[in-house]
């Protein structure tokens, strides 16, 4: 059973940083798909960025593409999602999901495994 346990949330004001960290444990698959999602009161959850874990690839919402980096760190078996330039439209709860392979874009919803998630509130 893969476990997900996420941190780094908080609040910050427009244009600061925060950075996400997602600690995966109790998977086999060496290509295991982590990645992060989001999901404002009122609106549809959407993906953020998801990282091929053991491959090298990343995909982005275009919407954050310049901004947002997905990273991993094998040793730690951790994914962090490194956001510059927040914008009050990043204010969200934050998830951590994981499957395997990649699938992209995605809302989602074949995402298997799910951290509790972690809230980011960007002031104006």
């Known amino acids: 059973q893969v476990q997900l346990v996420e941190s780094g949330g908080g609040s910050v004001q427009a244009g600061g940083s925060l950075r996400l960290s997602c600690a995966a444990s109790g998977y086999r698959n060496s290509r295991i798909c982590v990645g992060w999602f989001r999901q404002a009161p009122g609106k549809e959850r959407e993906g953020v960025a998801v990282?091929?874990?053991?491959?090298?690839?990343?995909y982005y919402a275009d919407s954050v593409k310049g901004r947002f980096t997905i990273s991993q760190d094998n040793a730690k078996n951790t994914a962090y999602l490194q956001m510059n330039e927040l914008k009050p439209e990043d204010t969200a709860m934050y998830y951590c999901?994981?499957?395997?392979?990649?699938?992209?874009?995605?809302?989602?919803?074949?995402?298997?495994?799910w951290g509790q998630g972690t809230q980011v509130t960007v002031s104006s």
């Open positions: 990282i091929s874990v053991g491959g090298s690839s990343t």
């Open positions: 999901a994981a499957r395997a392979n990649c699938i992209w874009p995605s809302r989602g919803t074949s995402y298997n495994y």
